[in-house]
């Protein structure tokens, strides 16, 4: 087991087709023990029995927009666990409409909303949970190829998942002087709650199908393994990287 006894804290379950239940389930199979943040009650209300089907130690309330609740989960993984060695950041947010329009008429407040969801949250979380974090442990967040290449409607979303990835490189910098690693995982699309937000996304999904040389979309499981890979010694000299997990489609040009 690559994880045996390992305490994951597992930020971003929205349901059982969440990227971050594939990488929960990868997690549980090879011995992990799990924690899981829910943002609210309506979420709570599905990730507790997630939580309780997989079986993890516990959930805990966080809203990562708040640096208090980031503050509180921390102090309450602490009295459950003492310790992290993985965490596992899956979380981003854009408003519907500015993932639907042009780009040039994202509002101010839209901007400001996603880059704080989607990019400032992985920061803050590291900061409130670095006391925490064991020597060796790994912290990993989800990205996508959006943030380097224009993809059709991601628009507000790219620019956070670019400043996602820059901030993802220098935490690698800054904490791997305690040991810790943190890297990205950069997944094809995945039909997800997420996903379902950004118009077109059907087409997406075809494209790859077509053009990518696997001939397939990645599934959660996909992406669990590679998560599963990156929290592991395995991946122990691995860090400040993205791992591309998209069936190879973003070697492909014209």
Known sequence: MLLKDKKAAIFGVANDKSIAYGIAQQFKQ??????????????????????????GDFTFPCDVTSDEQLAAAAQIVKEKWGSVDVLV?????????????????????????????????????????????????????????????VVTNY????????????????LSHEMGASGV????????????LASSGISGFKSIFNHIEER???????????????????????????????LFVDSGYNIMGL
């Open 181 to 192: 690693r943190v890297n990205a995982i950069s997944a094809g699309p995945i039909k997800t």
């Open 212 to 242: 990518a040389p696997l001939k397939r979309n990645v599934s959660i499981d996909d992406v669990g393994k590679t998560a599963l890979y990156l929290a592991s010694d395995l991946a122990s000299g691995v860090t400040g990287e993205v």
């Open 30 to 55: 090879h011995g992990a023990r799990l924690s899981f943040s829910y943002p609210g009650e309506a979420i709570q209300k599905r990730v507790d029995p997630i939580s309780e089907e997989i079986g």
């Open 155 to 170: 628009n507000v979303m790219g620019v956070a998942k670019a400043a996602l990835e820059a901030s993802m490189r220098y």
């Open 89 to 149: 950041h899956s979380v981003a947010f854009a408003n519907r409409d500015d993932l639907k329009n042009r780009f040039i008429d994202t509002s101010r407040d839209g901007f400001k909303l996603a880059l704080d969801i989607s990019a400032y949250s992985l920061v803050a979380m590291c900061k409130a949970f670095e006391p925490l974090l064991a020597p060796g442990a790994s912290v990993m967040t989800m990205t996508y190829l959006g943030s380097t290449r």
